[in-house]
Each structure stands twice: as structure tokens, then as C-alpha cells.
């Protein structure tokens, strides 16, 4: 924890200029140190020096997403590629999402995403932006944010992401139920991962998003960081919330696990943990059965589908054409690699299943065709699997809203 505390004084230092580190050091890493000790930040003391916002815990639920960016004008283009896969992480995600609070970069798409999900009755979750009190030179405040709370400084600083770590923790949030986000961003972008990651959180980065989430990911000295995630691509990204758990999930994973066995029926004598039935399944591995069938209504939405009680008992199942099959086999990729980086995996040339460690972390594009192929069997499977437990998928209306 030292290391990462004197990484964060250096890098502080270096945004704020040696008179502003000077001033403002000893209350900031105050606060972080008393942050990684449970029994300090107790205390009436360190309470004091590091008071929560006013209001704080009306907004400020479990779970947290904390999404940090690029605001710069030169990026400002280029951010606008990331709206959709970052509308489709959050158009399933329940709790707080917490962002810069303006109109720029990252930031303002947060708050254009929130804007139009909450005008289609699909927003479920509460946008919390910090930015300091003084008028901004290079943007504004975004009044579609849910709340902004404001810092007593003059332009953005690392005081608001610490200040946004205050307000977590004080009122009773753990870093485990804390994700950070990075795609592109500055130094201050950096000081907010570098924080997240000395405090315990999973720090997401989306790799070839350029700048400091290239930088970090390309780092040696956070190469074992277990809590970093690199997000191979923006499908990837989509899927880095959980799906909400559906009613279905039970059945329906222990389902797919029961087809996946007859597939590798000739591997039975394997002592992969994955291979075996049902009752003797691990509870992460059955987790993870789970977790592929609540994301299954979204992925089907995503290409047009929907899924609705069996309404003839004789009715045939539907059968997705070739080109529906990639579409789905690409997103149940994207999934697949989500929850995996989720639990601890990391990519590695070999395959290691007591290292969490995986060849096939990648990007569809960089999948071998015999791992495709995988996906493309487990989405042919899906209309069957689902009228097992009397549900059918049928095409949506052209038009109509998922």
C-alpha cells in the first residue's frame, strides 16, 4: 500500500505544482491513509478533517460505478464512438454511477445516456457528478446529472475524486463494491484509477482507448495489480456490469451446463473443474452458468429478440440464420470475457486454471476459429433450452422498444 500511496503523492505533485502539493498534501493523504484503515477513519478526528458532502447518502448506493475520461476538446470526437457500448453497460445497471459532472468528454455522454434512458422509462440507476464550486472556463455543469456536488476549489483537481472516496466510504461503502472505469483520460484520470486500485477497488481500463489507459495498462509496476482489468474491446466494455438476475437463472444455467457436458462428452475423463455434473459443480463455476443466462435477454435484445412465456405448447422454436448466429456468438463472447476479468482472470499465452489465466481474453476478431465455434454452439442452443422451461424467443416488432 505504501508503494501506491507514493505513487499517488508524486503524481499529485506533479498536477497541483509544488505549492499546491505543499498546501493541500497533508489533509489529502490524511484522508487516503485514514481511507485504508477502517479503525482511523472511525474516528471523530479523521471525520472531521475529511467531512462527507451534505446529503451524500440519499445518492450514494451500492453497487458504485465510478466512470473517469477524456473531457479534453481534442478527444472530445473521438469519446462520442464509446455512447453505445457505454448505453449498453448501463441500461442494466441498478445503483450509482459517479462521473465529472459536465458536458465534456466522458462526462457529458454520461449525462446524454442518462437523459435519454430516463425518457424511455429504462433508467435505473442515479448520476452523481463532482466538479469544483468555481465557474468553469472549458465546460459546464450538466444539469441532466441526478446530483452534482461541489468542491471548495477553483478548477478540477484530485480533490474531487478523494472527495467522492469520502463520501463512499463515510457512508458505509465498501471499495469491493466499487468499480472504476477508465477509457482515454488525463492526469487527473490517472490520479483516480491510481486511487481506486490503493484502496481495493477493480479498476477497469479499456485498452487502445489511448492515453493514460493505455499508460497504465502498459505499466510493469501494476503488470500483478490483481484488481486491474484490461477490457480487450468496447463489446467488452458493454458487458462489464452484470446483467440483473433473471427469473430463469437457475433453470436455465443448469441447463446450458448439462448441454455444454453433452458437447464435451469426450472429455469426461478430464479433471478440468468444469466437467462435471451439475450437483458437483463448484458455486463459482455454477455462478458463472447463471450469469451467462441472465445476460442471455439482453444479448437477445441487443439483436432484435425477445423472450416471452411459450404461448402454444406445439410451437417450433425459432432458428437464427448464420448471420444471427455471429451476431449473438460475438456478444456472448463479450459477455463471457466480462464476467471472467470480473472474477480475477487475467490473458496469457497458456491456459491456467489455478492462475486464472486465459488465451482467449481477446477480442472476437482474435479468437482461434475452434473457440468461435464454441460460442456460435452454446446461441444455436439457446431457442431449445428455452422452450425446456416454457419460454420461447420471438422477432420484435421493426421499431418497437426492447
Not at 60 to 78: D, M, Q, R
Not at 108 to 126: S, T, V
Not at 173 to 195: H, M
Not at 274 to 285: A, D, E, I, T
Amino acid at each position: 500500500m505504501s508503494k501506491a500511496l507514493d505513487s499517488l503523492r508524486q503524481l499529485f505533485a506533479s498536477i497541483t505544482g509544488p505549492e499546491g502539493a505543499a498546501k493541500r498534501e497533508s489533509r489529502m493523504f490524511n484522508c487516503i491513509d485514514g481511507m485504508t484503515d477502517g479503525r482511523r477513519f472511525a474516528t471523530k478526528q479523521f471525520t472531521k478533517e475529511c467531512e462527507p458532502s451534505a446529503g451524500s447518502k440519499s445518492y450514494l448506493n451500492a453497487p458504485v460505478l465510478i466512470i473517469c475520461g477524456g473531457t479534453a476538446a481534442e478527444a472530445e470526437k473521438s469519446m462520442r464512438q464509446y455512447k453505445e457500448p457505454l448505453r449498453a453497460a448501463l441500461e442494466q445497471f441498478k445503483g450509482t454511477v459517479i462521473s465529472g459532472g459536465t458536458r465534456a468528454g466522458i462526462p457529458g455522454l454520461l449525462g446524454e445516456i442518462a437523459a435519454e434512458l430516463k425518457a424511455n422509462g429504462r433508467k435505473k440507476f442515479k448520476l452523481v457528478g463532482y466538479l469544483p464550486n468555481a465557474k468553469l472556463k472549458h465546460a459546464r455543469a450538466d444539469e441532466r446529472y441526478d446530483k452534482l456536488f461541489r468542491t471548495p476549489d477553483h478548477d478540477f483537481s484530485p480533490a474531487q475524486p478523494l472527495q467522492n472516496w469520502i463520501d463512499l466510504l463515510a457512508n458505509g461503502l465498501k471499495p469491493s463494491e466499487v468499480t472504476v472505469l477508465g477509457i482515454n483520460g488525463g492526469p487527473l484520470a490517472e490520479f483516480e484509477c491510481r486511487l481506486a486500485l490503493a484502496l481495493g477497488a477493480k479498476t477497469a481500463l479499456l485498452r487502445d482507448s489511448g492515453r493514460v489507459a493505455d499508460a497504465l495498462l502498459a505499466d510493469e509496476d501494476l503488470a500483478d495489480e490483481r484488481n486491474l482489468i484490461a477490457l480487450p474491446d468496447t463489446a467488452t466494455l458493454a458487458f462489464l456490469v452484470p446483467a440483473e438476475r433473471s427469473e430463469f437463472r437457475q433453470s436455465m444455467g443448469r441447463k446450458m451446463h448439462e448441454n455444454y457436458l453433452q458437447d464435451q462428452v469426450r472429455k469426461r475423463e478430464s479433471k478440468e473443474p468444469n466437467l462435471v455434473p451439475w450437483g458437483r459443480l463448484l458455486p463459482g463455476l455454477k455462478e458463472s452458468n447463471c450469469e451467462q443466462a441472465d445476460a442471455m435477454r439482453g444479448i437477445l435484445n441487443q439483436t432484435g429478440f425477445e423472450i416471452r412465456k411459450k404461448r402454444h405448447a406445439r410451437a417450433k422454436a425459432v432458428k437464427f440464420s448464420d448471420a444471427q448466429v455471429e451476431a449473438l456468438a460475438r456478444l456472448e463472447h463479450a459477455r463471457w470475457n466480462a464476467e471472467r476479468l470480473r472474477d480475477g482472470w487475467k490473458y496469457g499465452p497458456q491456459k491456467d486454471i489455478n492462475k486464472k489465466i486465459s488465451p482467449y481474453l481477446v477480442a472476437w476478431e482474435d479468437l482461434p476459429a475452434r473457440i468461435r465455434e464454441f460460442d456460435r454452439k452454446a446461441v444455436r442452443a439457446w431457442p431449445q433450452l428455452l422452450a425446456e422451461v416454457g419460454l420461447e424467443i420471438f422477432r420484435r416488432r421493426t421499431g418497437a422498444r426492447p
